[in-house]
């Protein structure tokens, strides 16, 4: 009787069900991927805790927050255009020159000339315009470094504030004008103990933060991308709640949001938006990571710069009559090393000398780390030269990070 071969089973076995990553891994993965940005934010949340122990409870007092704010807010607008001009591969050394320059002009227009006001910041901003197109036409058509462009700038708008100013102060600015750095929204409503349009600010604000992560998640899972488990996502959203309501009392229990405040943000979300969604914006990334990549793969590299410098030099105006509106003067010594803050704040919060790396909000993160220990060491007694030599390993141990993270990423 014959027998029948039996053909062996060549199937391959099952595989066996993939596991979900633990909460732990996932979050790990995520605090890696965002290292500099979560890094920054844990440290001012510490430095924060630091000085309001250090500081018997003074640092968050709604006075000494509304201070904070106002003092450096120019510092802050700075630093968002000065992270877009590092993303892009270059720095800009003449913003603190072209501030003072910018406010001298709108002391001598309002001052001296009575122009209305309005029509002194229109113009003042017209000219933060065309001095930024006049730096970046050099950098990126000429080919030009921009270390040595912006040199040049910083001494040319410092002698250009002397010229004008004739080495006097000139003052005061109308009270409207003064309201860009030091006024407030204007109460309405009922009279209660807060300021009820921060209330409402600071409600509608928390409702599209939380609008925000939640489009966020959804969209990460519709792109197949591995997000929170929902546990942390709700720790982050409460989180993000407590900032915000804690945030909005303070704010609401003194004379509510500075008028700076209001500008601060509207910056914030509209670069944010730019560098995060546009098409400007991923060129502005490509051209700071790999130019010559960028180029051969269709990106006007030089285009790019050009808008980035003047860009640089709208938000430098800004930030130049932020400052006069502040002192109330137009003064031939403003500007001094605002150039050094905002470069320092665009490192502190993620920048990458080597361009291509950074955000808008890591910019107000750096800008409000150096701010908090500014304050903070000022009101426990510490030294102006001491504050220097702290700053300076703030600034050294963040760039240092950056170059180690790289050297890892690397091997």
Not at 73 to 84: D, F, K, P, R
Not at 265 to 282: A, D, H, Q, T
Not at 299 to 310: D, E, I, T
């Amino acid at each position: 009787m014959a027998q029948t071969e039996t053909t062996p089973d060549t199937t391959p076995p099952a595989p066996e069900p993939r596991r979900p990553p633990s909460a732990g891994a996932v979050l790990a993965r995520a605090l890696r991927g965002n290292l500099r940005q979560y890094g920054m934010l844990v440290a001012l949340g510490l430095i924060v805790v630091l000085f309001q122990f250090w500081t018997d409870g003074i640092l968050l007092q709604p006075l000494n927050i509304t201070n904070l704010i106002q003092q450096n807010g120019y510092i802050l607008i700075l630093a968002i255009g000065m992270m877009i001009v590092i993303i892009a591969g270059h720095i800009d050394l003449s913003v603190g020159s072209l501030a003072a320059f910018v406010g001298a002009a709108a002391a001598v227009m309002t001052v001296e000339h009575h122009l209305p006001w309005p029509v002194a910041v229109a113009a003042a901003l017209l000219i933060g315009a065309l001095a930024g197109a006049w730096q970046g036409f050099w950098i990126a058509f000429l080919g030009i470094p921009s270390f040595i462009v912006t040199l040049a700038g910083m001494l040319l708008f410092r002698g250009g504030t002397q010229i004008l100013l004739q080495g006097q102060s000139v003052a005061p600015f109308p009270k409207g004008f003064q309201n860009i750095s030091s006024g407030f929204l204007p109460e309405v409503g009922p009279s209660t103990d807060y300021h009820n349009l921060t209330l409402l600010l600071g409600l509608a604000v928390l409702a599209v933060a939380i609008l925000q992560e939640v489009r966020g998640r959804r969209r990460a899972a519709s792109y197949g991308l591995e997000p929170l488990p929902a546990g942390l996502f709700l720790a982050k959203l409460a989180a993000i709640t407590a900032a915000v309501v804690a945030f909005t009392l303070l704010l609401a229990s003194y004379h509510g949001v500075p008028i700076v405040l209001l500008v601060l943000g509207v910056l914030l979300v509209g670069f944010g938006y730019v560098m995060r969604n546009s098409i400007l914006g991923r060129h502005t990334y490509a051209v700071g990571g790999n130019e010559a990549a960028a180029r051969l793969s269709g990106v006007k590299s030089k285009r790019v710069v050009f808008l980035a410098f003047v860009n640089m030099g709208v938000l430098a105006a800004l930030a130049g009559l932020v400052f006069a509106a502040r002192l109330n003067a137009g003064t031939p010594q403003a500007g001094i090393n605002f150039e050094l803050e905002a470069i320092a704040a665009a490192f502190i919060g993620g920048a990458s000398a080597s361009g291509g790396v950074g955000t808008v909000l890591g910019a107000l993160t750096g800008g409000l780390v150096l701010g908090v220990l500014n304050n903070g060491m000022s009101l426990v007694g510490v030294g102006t030269d001491y504050q220097q030599v702290i700053k300076g390993l703030v600034l050294l141990a963040a760039v240092g990070f950056d170059v180690y993270n790289k050297r890892k990423a690397g091997t």
